[in-house]
């Protein structure tokens, strides 16, 4: 079941505590009737004693699989964490990083490659730094670029790079926070490239309007991504492309 952009906000801005999650606000009647179809066909059903939708496991978790899809598919659960970067799109986000030879290029996820691999197809001539938390895929990335193991939010920039080419993990806005960080690694008249949940464009919360206010500031932009881009990877997770110059 596919869920309109209205639904999501919706859903997004719900509140939720273990297995109840209750509405914020006032819907009008055919908006409500709109959600209560999607929180029941999730497994919620309404309980009127809790004044709450009550799901069998955690509604939280219930939720992000909606938001970050944009359908309403039961019994399904993806990892939002790790997906690889498909060939083809990898290719088109590295053509917005506006590559020259001689750059250098932070991948801050750099997973086993596959962004980074596109990267360099796109321009050989380019020199590529990645961080990674899981050990293997270190072990893969690292047979063919400069990977170092960690936690890309712990590390703090020694060294600035002309482009960040990105594919962040996208559970509980995780890409919003790792964007911001590589920001601080880019060097002055640079440019940040990622790949992002498409949620940026619509939950409303305090952390999404300041990225959003941040992206106008600098004159950026949000691109749609194909649907299904991901599909060869697993996972049906709507995107876009955000790029922001330094």
């Known amino acids: 079941m596919k869920v309109e952009n209205d639904v999501l906000l919706v859903l997004s801005n719900a509140q939720t ?3 109840a ?10 908006l409500y009737e ?16 809790a004044k709450a939708h009550l799901y069998d496991g955690d509604a939280a978790e219930a939720m992000e699989q909606i938001i970050l899809t ?38 801050p996820n750099i997973g086993q490659g596959h962004l980074a691999k596109a990267i360099h197809q796109t321009e ?17 990335s690292g047979a063919f ?8 939010l712990g590390i703090e920039p020694s060294q600035k790079f002309d482009r960040v080419v990105m594919n962040p993990p996208f559970a509980k806005q995780a890409d919003i926070h790792h964007v911001n960080h590589a920001l601080k690694f880019l060097r002055a008249g640079g440019r940040l490239v990622s790949i992002m949940s498409a949620s940026v464009t619509f939950r409303d919360n305090k952390l999404t309007t300041a990225f959003r ?18 599909k060869e990877s697993g996972t049906m997770v709507n995107t876009v492309t955000v790029v922001i110059p330094a």
């Open 213 to 230: 206010d941040l992206i106008a500031q600098r004159s950026g932009s949000i691109q749609p991504n194909d649907q299904g881009a991901f």
């Open 70 to 107: 944009g359908e309403c598919e039961i019994g399904r659960k993806q990892n939002f964490g790790y997906f690889p970067t498909p060939l083809k799109l990898g290719i088109q986000v590295a053509g917005l990083a506006a590559l020259e030879a001689g750059h250098t290029v932070l991948e």
């Open 17 to 19: 505590d273990g297995n």
């Open 21 to 30: 999650l209750r509405l914020v606000g006032q819907l009008d009647r055919k």
């Open 124 to 140: 050989p001539g380019v020199s590529i730094k990645g961080y990674e938390l899981l050990p293997e895929n270190v072990a893969k």
């Open 34 to 49: 709109r959600t209560n179809k999607v929180l029941e066909a999730a497994g919620g059903k309404w309980n009127r004693k």
């Open 145 to 152: 670029f400069d990977v170092t193991e960690g936690d890309f």
